[in-house]
């Protein structure tokens, strides 16, 4: 008897990730499903970012040329693709796609499931005003203290639409701010019919999307342990999970790629962004790490079983972003003799300048790279014939005005602080704005009657 | 499961006591691998054995304390999770991230490196096992 096993490769593990490698996954092997991933936290903010700019933008628009490359393919073997690609505007993202599908001559062939209900912008005060706080999760303040300056508000939407979105016939899932993991549990749910209360089952396909759910991740990119002996990272293989009904499952990657599918990839990526292990909460479930058996099951095949879950909790996670003020980053490169301390007699002028103009910020930070920038004063004493250190000082301010005023002092220093300093071609550094991430939850009661599915056809 | 603790709480006399032979101090960077990341302003770290049969040592002797010492002036806080199954332990060291996302200031604003800044600790390790791991 051949067990039925569905498989899920992982194409994309945040915005930005390799362009490759989703063409690569529908090309080097057999899938059922493509899985893309774009939204970390930070992410919403940026689309916001952009949405404000453009009420077209606000979703990964690297999403829609790269349909455009694996579309044709997808549609004639019938693979079918999630992907939180819609960002802040999935009818946005889902109109461009099937704009491609036409362009290609794929008008009719292909349907897209659109989920909406995740954006509770238009809802926060009703929601205020109704007795929920919409506390941040880590400092526990009220939302109502920065109700002003909030740009988007979306909730983590769990598997369930997506579910909704395949068994109404979609061959493309565009979703907002869904679960990074229901990417993955919904196709598992919707092809093994596992009831929503099955919750070893609920996480053990949670704990195969957080397995992909960064791509490369997974599978040999990023790996400390023997990072040397990992080959072919020029091509690396993205991760594919073997899925079969009882909830067991196999990762590995396509034949003839590169990189490497180990137990030391795969517990890299578990503990990967980890809180308790004992519970790690989507909306669709409570995964337990610590049940998770992982085996060597042959060349680039880890087996993974043995996942215990307990019940959903009442609540859902919301993502906030709002804006929180400016930022600016700049940066000059001290060459031998004596670099770290002509960087640090810099920085000490330098910040005499910005205290003598009264210019102030919630934060100065100065990192000399070469010396502590990653590792702090863990790093030790530097070597005292260093052959160059860069100077990276950044400021952070609720005003523009001392954050333009700053960038406009690093340059002057070239001339007027200690000698042998280059590396300033790039000119005056950005003023950034800060679009910050607020953290909170909601009773899931009211949002989920609000949560849509459409089937957008070409 | 969690146990925490506050940097520098602890005086330096209780590790130092544990270090005597056959201990030796041995750079963690030898008997585990390790991955980090962030959720808002804090940061986490897997540490992992790197084989199977480290990781009671790992229990034993990375504490919370430990850490918090380790990170002192960096966190504010370190808090402690146990995976035996993958032979792991998980730490959320808070406050680490100056503010985090896009707030941070910081070149490592998302935690990344905090792993392999973890693995510059030295813990006592039996004097055998040392020599041993020395040599490889």
Not at chain 1, 172 to 189: A, E, F, M
Not at chain 1, 199 to 218: F, M
Not at chain 1, 275 to 288: E, L, W
Not at chain 2, 35 to 55: C, F, H, M, Q, W
């Amino acid at each position: 008897m051949s067990e039925r096993v569905v498989r899920i490769a992982a194409g994309q593990g945040f915005w930005g990730d390799w362009l490759e490698a989703p063409v690569r996954q529908v090309q080097g092997g057999p899938i059922d499903y493509l899985m893309m991933d774009y939204l970390a936290e930070v992410t919403m903010s940026i689309m916001q970012k952009q949405k404000s700019r453009d009420p077209r933008a606000g979703y990964a628009r690297d999403f829609v040329p790269l349909m455009e490359r694996i579309l044709p393919e997808v549609v004639a073997r019938g693979i079918r693709v999630t992907s939180n690609a819609g960002g802040v505007n999935p009818p946005g993202c889902a109109e461009a796609v099937l704009e491609v599908a036409r362009r290609l001559g794929l008008g009719g062939k292909v349907r897209v499931g659109l989920v909406t209900g995740d954006d509770i912008l238009g809802r926060l005060d009703q929601l205020i005003a109704a007795g929920h706080p919409l506390s941040d999760m880590e400092t526990g303040r009220p939302l109502a203290e920065i109700r002003d300056k909030v740009l988007s508000a979306n909730v983590y939407l769990g598997m369930a639409p997506i579910v909704e979105a395949l068994r109404g016939g979609a061959d493309v899932v565009i979703t907002g701010r869904v679960t990074d993991t229901g990417l993955t549990l919904g196709p598992l749910v919707h092809e093994f019919g596992w009831p929503a209360d099955d919750w070893d089952r609920i996480a053990a396909g949670t704990v195969a999307g957080h397995i992909i759910e960064c791509g490369a991740q997974a599978s040999g990119g990023n790996l400390l342990k023997g990072w040397r002996s990992v080959k072919g990272l020029a091509d690396p293989g993205f991760p594919i999970i073997e899925a079969s009904a009882d909830g067991s499952f196999v990762v590995t990657k396509h034949p003839n790629t590169g990189g490497v599918v180990s137990v030391a990839s795969v517990t890299e990526q578990l503990v990967y962004e980890m809180g308790d292990p004992r519970s790690y909460i989507t909306p669709d479930g409570v995964a337990d790490f610590t049940t998770i058996r992982l085996r060597q099951s042959g060349r680039d095949r880890v087996r993974v079983s043995g996942i215990r879950g307990g019940p959903r909790t009442p609540m859902l996670k919301v993502s906030i972003a709002y804006f929180y003020g400016y930022k600016a980053v700049g940066t000059l490169v001290y060459a031998w003799p004596e670099a770290y301390e002509k960087a640090r007699a810099a920085d000490r002028i330098l910040r005499q300048r910005l205290k003598d103009l009264g210019l102030e910020f919630d934060q100065i930070l100065t990192e000399f790279l070469g010396v502590d920038a990653t590792h702090g004063r863990l790093a030790g004493k530097p070597h005292p014939d260093l052959p160059e250190v860069q100077l990276r000082i950044g400021v952070r301010a609720r005003e523009r005005a001392p954050v333009e005023r700053f960038t406009r002092e690093i340059a002057p220093l070239v001339l007027t602080g200690p000698p042998s300093v280059t590396g300033f071609a790039g000119g005056r550094p950005a003023v950034e704005e800060v679009v910050a991430y607020w953290p909170a939850l909601i009773d899931r009661r009211q949002i989920e009657p609000g949560v849509r599915v459409e089937i957008v056809g070409a | 499961m969690a146990t925490g603790s506050q940097p520098g709480r602890k005086g330096r006399g209780r590790a130092k006591r544990s270090v005597v032979p056959p201990f030796r101090p041995t750079a963690l960077r030898l008997l585990a691998h390790a991955r980090s990341g962030d959720k808002g302003n804090t940061a986490n770290v897997g540490l992992i054995a790197l084989e199977p049969e480290y990781y009671p040592l790992l229990v034993k002797q990375v504490t919370p304390a430990r850490v918090a010492r380790h990170f002192k002036g960096m966190v504010s806080g370190v808090e402690r999770f146990e995976l035996p199954n993958l032979s792991a332990l998980n730490f959320l060291l808070h406050d680490a991230l100056d503010g985090g996302g896009t707030i941070s200031l910081k070149t490592d604003a998302q935690g990344k490196v905090y792993s392999t800044a973890l693995l510059r600790m030295e813990i006592p390790v039996p004097a055998a096992l040392a020599r041993r791991l020395r040599r490889e």
